[in-house]
Nanobody, 124 residues
């Protein structure tokens, strides 16, 4: 059974750091990319970052560039999102998802399987 499980969300003070994890299991067909998304209350879900499983290419939305880093441990089938210098506007539920589509992008509609999400709250 295909499954994505996120972890690592927490309450953190502004300027703090968190590392989110997304473990994939049960996918028998190769997928092209894994993305991180977030959804704040009253807002639409937005793409934050993605990583290609074929060439390792990454991309980020402008608001997190220089603060967030996506990486992948192939042996563990896990993708990480290292988040530094967190800001209150980063508060959201963070989801990971996999896509079989090409080219890879950060549009949620391109993604096929989703995890259940993990809450990140940035507040003093």
């Amino acid at each position: 059974q295909e499954q994505l499980v996120e972890s690592g969300g927490a309450l953190v003070q502004p300027g703090g750091s968190l590392r989110l994890s997304c473990e994939a299991s049960g996918f028998t067909l190769g997928y092209h990319g894994i993305g991180w998304f977030r959804q704040a209350p009253g807002k639409e879900r937005e793409g934050v970052s993605y990583i290609s499983t074929t060439n390792g290419r990454t991309d980020y939305i402008d608001s997190v560039k220089g603060r967030f880093t996506i990486s992948r441990d192939n042996a563990k089938n896990t993708v990480y999102l290292q988040m530094n210098n967190l800001k209150p506007e980063d508060t959201a539920i963070y989801y990971c998802a996999i896509t079989y589509s090409l080219p890879i992008g950060m549009t949620p509609q391109l993604y096929d399987y989703w995890g259940q999400g993990t809450q990140v709250t940035v507040s003093s």
